[in-house]
């Protein structure tokens, strides 16, 4: 679910309002596509298993104390996180990873070296993007006996998400250089996504729905149940303007390293909020149209929300300025074409009833309603 499609469909829309002029135009001419789509990578997960991967990445498996291994290039922490082996005859020997230097990556096998380009495994890699195991191409080795050199992934199942980010962003630069306006519509609201999942500290770990600690069903009441029954009431949603983002590496690994940060309090303190509302009055059924649901009562989560201080809010406002600053980036860097004012296909919003929106998010709370 990752912030529930309410939520996704929110962040995106609140940061249309971080964008300044002359690119706000675009935006705003397109508020509803922007804001329906960006719940376009969560559908995409029932047709496809890899889609799933992108939306979150599992830091506990590569935190070594406090600090993270990865090198926050695709490539090399795909390399230096797979297995490795050679295949000889019927046999199949493990492959020892010594390490990456000079562009070239070292592997040992008994007395031999083995030394691939980065380059050539670089094009195998990406080639191979989703698959956990292949064979290297063009593996050339002076040890006749060697006919195979197999890589088995690590990465992928625990999670993809920054990488697939920076690579979602390129694209939407390239799109936005000389592309179509529909198309840099969609990579907008998609990386919207892709960016307040980032956000989501549940994301960050493989205990991701507390089913390691006896907290099943946490994720969706951090990301789904709090903002339903206080986003639109109790948070603020104007966070300033957008800013340009030079480092996109950085940007996307802060993000997702301050979000890992805050994984314990997100579990202790539903344990706190537990103890301190009535065992009867944790869950509820509500009423939503032609069925019931069982689902966290208001008081409940107000104990939730209370004990994290805040937190859901803030990450809800990061995330709304971190997209707005994203669209923003991707168009300086894209040289600032002109998008707007564009046939397109899709159907124009009338911009004086978004003007007037402003206005209302700058004096505070958002009250009226959205739409
Ligand atoms: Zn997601």
Avoid at 133 to 149: A, H, M
Avoid at 220 to 234: H, S
Avoid at 316 to 335: E, F, H, M, N, T
Wanted: with cysteine.
């Amino acid at each position: 679910m990752e912030w529930g499609f309410y939520a996704h469909r929110k962040i995106n829309y609140y940061a249309i309002f971080t964008v300044p002029p002359p690119l706000n135009q675009l935006f705003k001419e397109h508020i509803d596509y922007i804001s329906e789509h960006a719940i376009d990578p969560d559908k995409r997960r029932y047709a496809n298993t890899y889609e799933g991967w992108r939306h979150y990445i599992d830091l506990d498996s590569w935190m070594k104390e406090d600090s993270c291994v990865l090198q926050r290039n695709y490539f090399l922490d795909r390399a230096m996180t797979g297995n490795w082996s050679i295949k000889q005859g019927e046999e199949v020997h493990a492959v020892e990873l010594c390490g990456f230097h000079s562009g070239q990556l070292h592997l040992m096998h008994d007395s031999y070296n083995l030394s691939l380009d980065s380059v050539g495994i670089a094009l195998d890699f990406l080639e191979h993007y989703y698959h956990d195991q292949f064979s290297i191409s063009d593996f050339i080795t002076e040890e006749y006996t060697f006919e195979e050199l197999i890589f088995e992934d690590n990465l992928l199942e625990s999670g993809i998400l920054p990488y697939y980010f920076l690579s979602g962003y390129h694209q939407l630069v390239k799109e936005m250089k000389g592309g179509s306006v529909s198309e840099v519509l969609q990579k907008c609201a998609e990386l919207g996504h892709y960016i307040s999942d980032a956000h989501v500290p549940l994301h960050t770990t493989s205990n991701y729905n507390g089913q390691a600690t006896g907290q099943e069903g946490i994720h969706a009441f951090w990301e789904t149940r709090i903002p339903e029954l206080f986003a639109e009431g109790e948070f603020t949603h104007w966070v300033g303007k957008a800013e340009y983002i030079g480092n996109k590496v950085d940007f996307i690994w802060e993000i997702i390293l301050s979000s890992h940060k805050l994984v314990d309090k997100v579990l202790n303190a539903e344990i706190t909020a537990r103890a301190q509302i009535d065992e009867m009055d944790h869950f509820c059924f509500e009423d939503r149209g032609s069925q019931f649901v069982r689902t966290q009562c208001p008081e409940f989560a107000k104990a939730y929300r209370e004990a994290m201080g805040g937190m859901v809010e803030d990450r809800w406002k990061a995330s709304i300025k971190a997209v707005g600053s994203i669209w923003y980036s991707a168009w300086l860097d894209a040289g600032e074409p002109e998008l707007w004012g564009m046939e397109t296909g899709l159907p124009l919003k009338d911009s004086s009833i978004l003007n007037n929106m402003e206005n209302v998010m700058k004096n505070g709370k958002f009250l009226g309603r959205d739409h």
